[in-house]
């Protein structure tokens, strides 16, 4: 089959690679119907995530068609479209039993990386580096699910694929992220990052009822689509003096009482504290990048929530004081996709959520690695690359 495979920095190459097989009883092969890029993903093209291999098939955000299922599957079939969350989880582990899905214990099947930086392993992705498991991906024409049982979801079908590719990693890490702030009746809610996640914990901080939401970002078209199909409040970060001064003016003072950081290890900004982060980024001296989650981290009100959706790594230079001194309550962790993935569903089924805007271009596989050069460029207003295979 033909595949997106990472082949080292910034070298991207579709490439014929052997078909997924069944290797477990649980497991279903898909035919890939549509895969889309993720930020996240940016983070090991260029470098700054290590443990890559060459020849690692990419991408983590997809949905498809069964084509096959191992002895043990009993809730999908060969002939079901459905869409997949990018963590894999076993479904029988203690995390999985709390619905601390992304944290699964059984799915990592190299964990020494991870217990080295933090302490223990998180679940295994699809696509994303041999810490998170060295799982073949999704930008390819077949892909295979394990634990199909857990990880495939039905699609309905009146439902388009693009009102649904989304659900599987932008849509519930961003409403995870709004879920994480408890938002009451009357919140004021701040979002660092206008891209996919970005928008898609904007829509869903009005769902679970926050008054008002200030979407920050620096590309116009992308504060427009804030604006346009979201509802937030637009406000350009390179216009202004100072982020924190002006969320505190626009909330008479007191400052959101919940901000999101939808941004992570690759945050742009500017001034001296930006500059010290390309610094010692560029020097390997640490991996991040971290000027919007200091932003939010300074911004929000006393007493208030942080939640943190970037994708962070070591870092230094981390504020801890602020968040103590303030009494903020600090919420992260990568999506647990398997919690929201029905709640999700309802809401596009009921038109009170459709992501579909966020593919503003498509692609064919073959021309894959172009589709990755405009989204990581942010060229004509490219939000989210889509991929069709």
Known sequence: MRALCWNGVNDLRVETVPDPEIVNPHDAILRVTLSTTCGSDLHFIDGYLPTMKAGDIIGHEFMGEVVEVGRDVKKVKKGDRVVVPSFIVCGECWYCGHELWSLCD????????????????????????????????????????????????????????????FLSDAAPTGYMGADFCDIQPGATVAVWGAGGVGLMAIRSAYLLGAERVIALDRFPERLAMAERFVGAEAVDYS??????????????????????????????GTGPAYAYDRTKQALHLHTDRSQALREAILACR????????????????????????????????????????????????????????????????????????????????????????
Do not use: W
């Open 106 to 165: 059984n799915t990592n099947p190299k964990p020494g990386y991870q217990q080295v930086a933090f302490g223990y392993p998180t679940a295994g992705i699809y696509g994303y580096t041999h810490a998170f498991g060295g799982y073949a991906g999704a930008h390819a024409q077949f892909v295979r699910v394990p634990h199909a049982d857990n990880d495939c979801f039905l699609v309905p079908p009146n439902l388009r694929d693009e009102q649904v590719l």
């Open 239 to 268: 216009q202004v003096e100072s982020v924190v001064d002006t969320l505190r003016e626009m909330t008479g003072g007191r400052g959101p009482d919940a901000c999101i950081d939808a941004v992570g290890m690759e945050a742009h």
């Open 302 to 389: 006393k007493g208030g929530t942080l939640s943190v959706l970037g994708v962070y790594g070591l870092m230094d230079k981390f504020p801890l004081g602020a968040i103590m001194n303030k009494g903020l309550t600090l919420r992260t962790a990568q999506q647990h996709g398997q919690k929201y993935l029905h709640r999700l569903m309802e809401h596009v089924v009921k038109r009170e959520l459709d992501p579909s805007f966020l593919a503003t271009h498509r692609f064919s596989l073959e021309d894959a690695p172009k589709g990755y050069e405009l989204f990581k460029k942010k060229e004509d207003g490219c939000v989210r690359a889509v991929f069709t295979s």
